[in-house]
Every structure is written in structure tokens, then in C-alpha cells.
């Protein structure tokens, strides 16, 4: 028996809980968004900063159409602010998980 023979059941088991934790990564980085749940999570996190109806301003801006029409902004950039805050808007990443983030986005997409 080659010595590669002996070694590499040892080499797979080293490997595979890297390739595990890998997939688990990238499985959380494509949550579904629902929006029912996002509208839960925006009433507890965002609401008292944030109306969904056109031109109310609250302490933050409406966010009326914030991902959709012409000005819309991506869900990339929306998550970004979401997650470490913009001017006067605290950072809300660690209060949020992934799941809230994708719910608040699936919601704001259809205001
Ligand atoms: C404490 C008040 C506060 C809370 C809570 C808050 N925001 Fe904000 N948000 C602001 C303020 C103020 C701005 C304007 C920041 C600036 O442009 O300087 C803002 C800006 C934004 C913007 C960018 C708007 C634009 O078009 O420029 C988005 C998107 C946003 N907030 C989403 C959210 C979401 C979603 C939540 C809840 C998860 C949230 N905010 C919670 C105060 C808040």
C-alpha cells in the first residue's frame, strides 16, 4: 500500500468540515425574503423613524418606493445602510439577522 493510500482518509476528514462550514456561508447569504415577516420586523425596528407613505418624514426619510421606480436603490445598498447606518440612522447589524435583513427587504420592496 502507497503511503498517499494511508494518508488520505485522514486528508478527507481534515477537509471536509471546511467544505461544510463553506456551503453553510453561502446558504445564508441567499435566504428567501418574506415580506409578511419583514413587515414585522420594519413595525419593531424601523417604524418609528420611517413611514412607507409618500413624502412623510419622520425622523428618517419615507421610504416609499426606496426600491423601486426610477431613484430606486438596490437591495445591496438598502442592506448596506440597514447594516451600518447612515448619518443620523444608527447601525441596526447587530440587532438583525440575515433572515430579518432579507424579510425588511422583500417588505420594502413593495412599498
Ligand atoms: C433612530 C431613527 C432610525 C431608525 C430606527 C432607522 N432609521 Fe433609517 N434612516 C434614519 C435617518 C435619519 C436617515 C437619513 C440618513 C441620512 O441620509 O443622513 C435614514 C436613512 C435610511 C435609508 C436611506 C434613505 C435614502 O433614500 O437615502 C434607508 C434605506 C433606511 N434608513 C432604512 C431603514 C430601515 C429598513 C430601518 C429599520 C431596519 C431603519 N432605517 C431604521 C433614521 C432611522
Known amino acids: 500500500m502507497s503511503r498517499f493510500a494511508l494518508f488520505s482518509p485522514f486528508l478527507c476528514i481534515a477537509i471536509s468540515p471546511t467544505l461544510i462550514r463553506a456551503q453553510a456561508t453561502h446558504a445564508t447569504a441567499r435566504v428567501q ?18 413611514a412607507v407613505t409618500e413624502g412623510v418624514k419622520i425622523v428618517g426619510p419615507s421610504l416609499y418606493g426606496e426600491m423601486r421606480g426610477p431613484h430606486a436603490h438596490t437591495a445591496a445598498s438598502v442592506r448596506e445602510i440597514i447594516v451600518n447606518g447612515k448619518g443620523q440612522m444608527p447601525a441596526l447589524g447587530k440587532q438583525l439577522s440575515d433572515q ?4 425588511i427587504l422583500a417588505y420594502l420592496h413593495k412599498q
Open 33 to 50: 425574503g418574506n415580506a409578511e415577516a419583514g413587515q414585522a420586523s420594519f413595525q419593531r425596528h424601523c417604524v418609528m423613524c420611517h
Open 100 to 103: 430579518d435583513l432579507a424579510d
